[in-house]
């Protein structure tokens, strides 16, 4: 078990390609460092990439303290969570990581690859199967993360809205994270807690989903 801290980059606001970044106000004396920008396609987390992201550029701000290009282990991030197709992790965005691009990653220093996988685009397990595969095959570690146990929104079929309530039960949602998580080639299975008074980060459960994280056996 680690603690890590994200470091989260965005495009700024007047549309150049130069990047801003914010980090959460926990910062623990060690763990990973993740790039974070939260898109899952490699074109727009252009952020993150080398060699012209802010990492590599020497250009990251004060508020990013800690995270250097030679920050050791440095994590790089593919997806994020969101209602849209912008954020939603599926075969689209993981098929813009060929395995030069992995390579390209694992050179430029990244440890590992940290798939957060908030909401699934309407896609088969394969692609991600493909995806963990290429990453270690380039030498980079594969974690799986999810709020808090399971994504919490999705384009699957067969997920319902219940009544007039928003939430849906998510039980093709549940079925295909289940077999995700069963892929032997994740290292760090990663739940996410969320800060509920801006100093403490506590459980909050995935409405909609029966997933435990002790699923993955």
Request: proline share 6%.
């Amino acid at each position: 078990m680690f603690k890590g801290a994200f470091y989260i980059a965005n495009k700024d606001a007047v549309g150049t390609d130069a990047c801003s970044t914010q980090v959460m106000a926990y910062q623990p004396p060690e763990g990973p460092e993740i790039c974070f920008q939260g898109a899952p396609t490699y074109e727009n987390n252009a952020c993150c990439n080398p060699p012209g992201g802010w990492i590599f550029a020497g250009t990251s701000p004060t508020l990013a303290r800690g995270f250097k290009r030679d920050a050791d282990p440095k994590w790089y991030n593919i997806g994020g969570g969101g209602g849209t197709e912008a954020s939603q992790v599926g075969c689209a965005g993981l098929q813009t990581y060929l395995s030069e691009k992995f390579n390209d990653l694992k050179k430029a220093g990244y440890s590992g690859i940290y798939y957060d996988v908030e909401a699934f685009a309407a896609d088969a397990k394969e692609c991600f199967a493909e995806s963990f595969s290429n990453a270690k095959q380039a030498g980079l570690q594969v974690m799986l993360g999810t709020s808090y146990s399971a994504p919490y929104t999705s384009a699957l079929p067969g997920d319902v809205a219940q009544g007039n309530n928003p939430k849906a039960y998510r039980p093709n949602s549940d079925k295909l994270f289940r077999e995700i998580m069963q892929d032997q080639n994740i290292d760090v299975l990663s739940p996410q807690f969320y800060s509920q008074n801006g100093v403490r980060a506590g459980i909050v459960s995935s409405s909609g989903s029966e997933v435990k994280l002790m699923d993955r056996g």
